[in-house]
Nanobody, 128 residues
Framework: QVQLVESGGGSVQAGGSLRLSCAAS???????MGWFRQAPGKEREGVAT???????TYAESVKGRFTISKDNGKNTLYLQMNSLKPEDTAMYYC???????????????????????WGQGTQVTVST
């Protein structure tokens, strides 16, 4: 069983930055990890994913503003969010799964059902 605990959410003004963290614990190695978000009334969507600590994949809406990274020694996943916009307001979730990834390929941004383990989420609110 794997436990994921997110932290780092909060309220910022547009243009600001936040860094989310996701601490992983428990038994099992999951090579695919990612960040998803869900705004009220909307479906959960993939934001960024990473294979181990290498290949990254980003949603078009966050490319150039968000950076996903992973510290394998600390079993911690990060999401650095810069130039935040009001439309980035959502609950952000960390997710993980062990799956086959082609050499040079990335982990999927969705659907969320592709991921087995989920954290409880951390709220990000961006105001104008």
């Amino acid at each position: 069983q794997v436990q994921l605990v997110e932290s780092g959410g909060g309220s910022v003004q547009a243009g600001g930055s936040l860094r989310l963290s996701c601490a992983a614990s428990g038994y099992g190695y999951n090579n695919c990890m990612g960040w998803f978000r869900q705004a009220p009334g909307k479906e959960r969507e993939g934001v960024a994913t990473i294979v181990s600590d290498r290949t990254t994949t980003y949603a078009e809406s966050v490319k150039g503003r968000f950076t996903i990274s992973k510290d394998n020694g600390k079993n911690t996943l990060y999401l650095q969010m810069n130039s935040l916009k009001p439309e980035d307001t959502a609950m952000y979730y960390c997710a993980a799964v062990r799956r086959t990834v082609l050499l040079g390929g990335g982990c999927p941004l969705g659907p969320p059902a592709e991921y087995r383990y989920w954290g409880q989420g951390t709220q990000v609110t961006v105001s104008t």
